[in-house]
């Protein structure tokens, strides 16, 4: 069994909580995309635990958990994660972190000029997380990557790779930006610190998944981000760097001649946003404080407080589609139990025009939400755990979300701990 969990919002949608809980049921958890520009939370009984780059399967001890080509990996933040899970108990050796020679290493220069193209850019930035993603993924299409594997050849060989690409970058860094220039030897140790403890994890993800295949082992993709942050099919240039959508999911994790059997779409009973960009559904002022408090709407990478508005229709619908959903699990329904009534954008408003299709550009920046109302459920559901244990009001919700997606919702979540969900089949 094949399986992507996706996002189909702008992200922080419960991702992370929803691959713990069902992570269980697959042999190998794999990440195809991105690097540590976001986090994924995971509550268990061991503790409460951040992971930016390590896939969520991690916490658990019998699954391999694969970081795919398709990911950007900064090998210092790496190791600190690794160090800051192994204080807590976990254990992670080779045999469950398995890490592909193609994945490309976000060096400190590529966090370096996300930060200079930030600052420079003031009031007109992209509201990046400066960790360097898109200079690396840049970088990757450039072919001026250094790969995981290249960590495997000898000093010489890197020294010279790095020197070469050093060189190229320092045009850009102290000729372009009038920064410090690049020190290659710097780099070259950097590499050497935190790449050489990392070794021992590096291998061919295609060959490994592939025997996996071969030998009936399930497999459960792990996005990063939502659909709406898809390079192409997001908010561009509001984006990530990378394809964050199921169909790249065997691409990026390495075994592209994989059929997905299953494409789990996590989707959130109201809207959130970190950073930059058009979000239509947006609240302001009191409303958006109440909500963002009740949802601890704060980035789990950056702390940033995000922006928050009432579930998306048009939105989650353009999702549902472009990620090819077969479920749906619906996340965080519990903070909207005391709200009076739930805010729901079933439309938009273009140049007084209505619409339900998910508008690009310049059209997406004129849109304004069209509001409508459902009746509260002013219950605490965070102890359901049957349908039938629900008031009918969060029903109704369940059932009309289900309808505009045109997509069944399996799962529904009613607290961040493990157990507090409900299956619906
Ligand atoms: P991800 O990147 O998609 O995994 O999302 P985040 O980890 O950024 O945000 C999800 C947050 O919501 C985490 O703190 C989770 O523990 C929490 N969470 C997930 N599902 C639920 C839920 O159903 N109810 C509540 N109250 N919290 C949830």
Redesign the pocket.
Known sequence: MITAIV?INW???????MVDLLSGDYDIVSRYQGGNN??????NEKGKFILNLLPSGILRENTVNVMGNGMVIDIEHLVGEIGRLEEKGIKISERNLKISDKAIICMPYHKMLDILEEDRLGDAKFGSTRRGISPVYSDKYMKKGIRMGDLFESDEFLREKVKNIVEWKNLTVHDGYKAEALDPEEMFRWLRTYGDPLKKHITDTTYYLSDAIAHDKSIMFEA?LGALRDIDFGIYPYTSASSTIAAYAPIGAGIPFAKLDNIVG?IKAYSSCVGEGPFTCEFFGEEAAALRGA??EF??ATGRPRRVGGFDVVASRYGVMVQGATELAL?????LQDMDKIPVCVAYDIDGELTQEFPTGERLNRAKPVYEYFPGFKTDITGCRKMEDLPKEAVDYIRYIEEKMGCPVRYV????ERN?YIQLF
Request: net charge neutral; glycine share 26%; aromatic share 0%.
């Open positions: 996002g992200g922080d949608e419960g991702k992370g909580r976001a986090g994924h939370t995971v509550v990063q996590i949802g601890q980035g789990a996340t965080k329904l519990d903070i979540s009613v607290g961040a507090q």
